[in-house]
């Protein structure tokens, strides 16, 4: 596929407005997508699926799925809200405008690209996996698939995050575990204090005690981080205080951290806080993502970014997570690499035409590597040999 058609594909892709709140625009990316599939590759097996209104595909060769795929790689479709011009993709100075050209329309059209090219040329079984999910939860698409019986040694996220000016393959991202925490306490009249238990001045205290374990970092910090979301009381008249609040709780944590890494854990450490504070509502309770640096399909990622980009690429935890925490959770292996570009879920969303080519060309240069395997083992002994693996 030459550059041009590349980017009226994407200009098309990113036109639809496929966000939470508009069903039919993710029906319409997912249905835009099995067209352009199709289009190139009649034979193509489509498995599609849908769970609580967001369809999901999953491509591969042949007529059953197999029991895993040696590699997948999986996008999603779907986009953060954004202006009515962001939909109208716009190209100026060798840069691409537009809502999900960075998050992550882009990619998917070159990993679709690449995947068309290498399905029949690469001597495993290669999946290609896209949903419309992710930005809201990932449970009805890959978690869904998952459940479904979806497996694979290894998934490429082709995923943002990475900076303009960043040479960078994530192979780590913290857990996420969103939760609701109910203090309880006892009313009074406002103007008799001492008769209650002020259930507002209790999520004050643990708040207080919380932030003395987990203060707000003044930078960028590969620790778990704990941010408060809300506070709300329950009292239904100026004059009575409340005898309930309920803490939102978002916190990011890295893999093996004491207080968090199980939801047991984390209610233990809630009681170190406050001793009657219960967790009343999971939102949300993800494992990290952790893939080990030495792992040969990831090394042979890195090798085939360097040698693209003329770079050293390094390996990184993300702080936010992405679908591919749901493979490290039956221990799949995944990585997120994508676009470099700049300002995820802003206006002036954009990515380069040089970034796009040069994901394009990483991903056919890995998949033709791929086709190859004994060259490919060599250069993966050759490169383990050569670096020191990140530590954990
Ligand atoms: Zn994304």
Known sequence: MKTDQLLETIKQLVAIESTAGNPAGLQEAYNFMIDFLLGRDKQLTIERFERNGKPSLLAYRGATRPEKFHLILNGHLDVVPGKSEQYQARLEDGKLYGRGVYDMKAAVIAMADAFCEYVDKVPFALGL??????????????????????????????????????????????????????????????????????????????????????????????????????????SDAHTKTPDQAVVKLDARYTPHDPDLSTLERFEAFIHQLDPEATISHVHDFSSPLYTDPTYPQLLALKAAAEAVEGAPFNLVQRNATSDGRHYGDVGNQACEFGIAGENQHADNECITIEALEQFRATLKRFLGQSSQPAKLANQVAATVAAEAPVAA
């Open 129 to 234: 996996q896209l949903v419309t999910d992710e930005e809201s939860s990932g449970k009805h698409g890959t978690l869904y698939q998952l459940e479904e019986g979806v497996r694979s040694d290894f998934v490429i996220c082709g995923e943002c995050g990475r900076a303009s000016d960043k040479h960078e393959i994530a192979n780590a991202a913290k857990g996420i575990a969103i939760v609701e925490v109910t203090l309880k306490g006892r009313s009074s009249h406002g103007a008799y204090p001492w008769k209650g238990d002020n259930a507002a001045m209790r999520a004050h205290d643990f708040i207080t005690a919380l932030q003395e374990r987990y203060p707000v970092p003044a930078e960028e910090t590969a620790a778990s981080t704990i941010s408060v979301i809300s506070v709300r009381t329950n």
